[in-house]
């Protein structure tokens, strides 16, 4: 079965510094792969997706995720942190065929000014 | 374009008692819904997902059920809540069934079960 896990459910940094969120993915066939992003008290929102196209993958608000299938990974990053980025990151797959997403436990990003 | 209501946004209901969240999808015809809850501090649990009218299938066990009366329409419910329904749901929509769209949030009721 799919499954994602995400390193750390918290992470810190300094407002202008690296974002770095990371995302590793268990499938037997390359999936596509999604991050989202939680606002406090609202729905989830798509910030970019991976389908097999380039491997590296541009999304909102300056985010950008490369898809790495050596590592299985899909980590999530940003040069420099905004304070507006601080919420909860959630990475996301799919195989092909399916309906279903199967979302990992989340990250809560919170950016120091 | 496409939008999706959910509603209400907060609920406040006594253990026992029935409980109905809708969900609506508007801009575009035949799509996959979902409801997850997500408890705090915790990540998605799919409860729920049709990927038509009156096909439900369930993934988990639990005192809710769903329904989709309509094309655009899904409904979660329960006809006693439990204390352990407490959470944050979140309704969505994809379509496709290629697995590589993704799914559209609502932006969640949040219900308290006191």
């Known amino acids: 079965a799919q499954s994602v896990t995400q390193l750390g459910s918290h992470v810190s940094v300094s407002e202008g510094a690296l974002v770095l969120l990371r995302c590793n993915y268990s499938?037997?066939?390359?999936?596509?792969l999604f991050w989202y992003v939680q606002y406090p008290n609202q729905g989830l929102q798509l910030l970019l997706k991976y389908t097999s196209a380039a491997t590296l993958v541009k999304g909102i608000n300056g985010f950008e995720a490369e898809f790495k299938k050596s590592e299985t990974s899909f980590h999530l990053t940003k040069p420099s942190a905004h304070m507006s980025d601080a919420a909860e990151y959630f990475c996301a797959v799919s195989d092909f065929g399916a309906n279903n997403l199967f979302f990992g436990t989340g990250t809560r990003l919170t950016v120091i000014p | 374009s496409q939008t999706i209501h959910q509603w209400p946004a907060t609920l406040v209901q006594p253990v026992g008692s029935p409980l109905s969240l809708e969900c609506t999808v508007e801009?575009?015809?035949?799509?996959?819904l979902y409801w997850y809850r997500q408890a705090a501090g915790r990540g998605l649990q799919l409860l729920f997902y049709?990927?038509?009218?009156?096909?439900i299938s369930s993934e988990v066990p639990q005192n809710l059920s769903a329904s989709r009366p309509q094309d655009r329409q899904f409904i979660l419910s329960s006809k006693k809540l439990l204390l352990s329904d407490s959470g944050f749901y979140l309704c969505a929509w994809s379509v496709g069934t290629g697995g590589n769209q993704p799914q559209h949030f609502g932006d969640g009721t949040r219900l308290s079960i006191l």
């Open positions: 499938s037997s066939v390359p999936p596509y």
């Open positions: 049709s990927v038509g009218i009156g096909q």
């Open positions: 801009g575009t015809s035949n799509p996959n």
